[in-house]
C-alpha cells in the first residue's frame, strides 16, 4: 500500500496484476469451494451420478473424461487448452446429460467454452435452428460467436451474432441459412422476432449468458417474450459471475430443476488476481494513473463510471503524451467499439479506458492490471472489473 503521511484520504482506485500463464498451468487439484447440489433430481441414482461426476481432491481431471467426443477434443487441443476449469469439469457433463444449469462462478473462469462445447457436441450433423444464447452486451455476443466459430465451424455447427447498431441486411441474409445457434442481444432478437425474420419453434437449448446483467439492464421484457416463443420442452442454461438471490428465484421459474453448480465464493474474486489499494487525494488521482501507466509494464484496463469520465481521462492522457490509449463506452458507434477492443486484443493500444460495458465477460488474453479509476456502484461490478485480469 502506497500512502503519504499528512494528506486527507477521500478517493481511492485499485490495481490489479493476474498471475502469470506458468503459476495458471500449475493449478491442476480441485477447487474445494465447487459444490453441485442434487436436492432436485428426482432419481437417487442420477443424484448420486452427479455427486460420483464431482472430482476429488489432487485428481486431475482431463477434456476427454468429461464426455467430449475425439472431435471435440482436438479442437480444445488447438485451441491450447490444457486441463478444464472447475465450471467446465462440473458443468459440461450436466449439459451432456440433458440437465438445466444454473452456472456461477469467478470472472475469467471460463465459462464462454463450459455451454459452448457441449452445445456444439449436441448439435454436430443435425440441421435448423436449434440453440440461441442471450447476452447483455454486443461486446460479449461477438465474443461468444467467436467461441462457436472456433469450435463449431469446423464440425459444420454455424452460428450467426445478431445485435444492435450494425445493419439489419447481413443478419437478414445469414438467418436465410438457418443457422444452428443464434447469439443474440435480447433487444435484436426481439427486433428479428417483430420482423418475421426468425423463427424459435424447434429450439432445443436457451443460453442466458450474464443473466443478472441482462435483468439488471431492464432486459427482462425482452427475456419474457423470447422465453414466450421457444419450446417449453427445452434444456435453459443460466451462467454467470454472480447470481442474487432475487434473480436466481426469478430465473428458475423459467427452469425445469435445475442443477445448480457453484464455483467459488459469491462475490469473491478469482485467487489469480492480487489487488493493491493505492489511496491518494483527489487532485493526485490523475497524476497517480500516469506514473502507474510509466511504472507498470503490460497491458491496462482504467475503469471510469461514466462516458463522459472517460472521455476526459483519454484526453487528460493524450494531452500528456500517452498516445497508446484507446476508449470504449456505450456512446460510440458499434463499428468503432468493434475497433477498439481488436486494437487492444491485437496491441495496437497498451490502454484501453472503459465503462462497465466492458466489465462483463470480455475476454482479453494477458491483461496485466485493472485500474478502478472510479469505484464502481455495485460490488457485483468490481468484481467482473478486476476478473479483466488473472483470467484462465
Known amino acids: 500500500m502506497r500512502q503519504t503521511s499528512g494528506m486527507k484520504w477521500d478517493l481511492c482506485f485499485v490495481l490489479h496484476e493476474g498471475k502469470s500463464d506458468e503459476e ?216 454467470s459471475a454472480t447470481i442474487p438471490p432475487p434473480i436466481e428465484k426469478l430465473t428458475r421459474t423459467m427452469m425445469y430443476e435445475p442443477v445448480r453448480i457453484a464455483v467459488g465464493k459469491p462475490l469473491a474474486a478469482a485467487s489469480s488476481v492480487h489487488q493493491e489499494l493505492v489511496l491518494c487525494d483527489s487532485n493526485r488521482k490523475m497524476s497517480e494513473l500516469r506514473r502507474i501507466l510509466k511504472d507498470e509494464p503490460g497491458t491496462i484496463i482504467v475503469f471510469s463510471r461514466s462516458k463522459k469520465g472517460v472521455v476526459e481521462l483519454w484526453q487528460s492522457l493524450h494531452s500528456a503524451g500517452i498516445y497508446d490509449a484507446t476508449m470504449l463506452h456505450s456512446d460510440r458507434t458499434q463499428d468503432q467499439r468493434m475497433q477498439a477492443l481488436s486494437d487492444f486484443k491485437a496491441g495496437k493500444f497498451r490502454v484501453l479506458i472503459a465503462t462497465d460495458v466492458a466489465a462483463r465477460g470480455i475476454d482479453v488474453a494477458n491483461v496485466a492490471h485493472v485500474v478502478n479509476f472510479d469505484v464502481p456502484f455495485v460490488p457485483e461490478d468490481y468484481i467482473h472489473r478486476i476478473g479483466r485480469s488473472g483470467r484462465a
Open 24 to 239: 495458471m498451468t500449475m493449478i491442476t487439484e480441485k477447487d474445494p469451494e465447487t459444490e453441485i447440489e442434487t436436492d432436485d433430481f428426482d432419481d437417487e441414482d442420477d443424484a448420486e451420478a452427479a455427486k460420483a461426476a464431482v472430482a476429488q481432491p489432487g485428481e486431475i481431471i482431463g477434456f476427454e473424461d468429461l464426455g467430449l467426443g475425439e472431435d471435440a477434443l482436438k479442437l480444445i487441443r488447438a485451441a491450447g487448452y490444457l486441463i478444464p476449469t472447475p465450471i467446465q469439469e462440473q458443468a459440461i457433463p450436466a449439459i451432456l446429460d440433458g440437465y438445466d444449469v444454473i452456472g456461477s462462478a469467478q470472472t475469467g473462469t471460463g465459462k464462454t467454452a463450459t455451454f459452448t462445447l457441449p452445445i456444439v457436441e449436441q448439435l454436430a450433423g443435425r440441421g435448423g435452428t436449434l440453440a440461441i444464447v442471450l447476452s447483455p452486451t454486443r461486446e460479449i455476443a461477438q465474443q461468444t460467436f467467436d467461441a462457436f466459430e472456433t469450435f463449431g465451424k469446423p464440425r459444420g455447427v454455424r452460428a450467426v451474432v445478431l445485435i444492435g447498431g450494425v445493419p439489419m441486411n447481413p443478419q437478414l441474409e445469414m438467418l436465410k441459412t438457418y443457422p444452428q445457434v443464434i447469439v443474440a442481444t435480447p433487444g435484436r432478437l426481439v427486433d428479428h422476432m417483430e420482423r418475421g425474420t426468425v423463427w424459435l419453434d424447434y429450439v432445443e437449448i436457451v443460453v442466458l449468458d450474464e443473466a443478472d446483467r441482462m435483468l439488471d439492464m431492464g432486459f427482462m421484457p425482452q427475456i419474457s417474450r423470447i422465453m414466450a416463443e421457444v419450446p417449453k420442452d427445452r434444456q435453459t442454461l443460466l451462467f
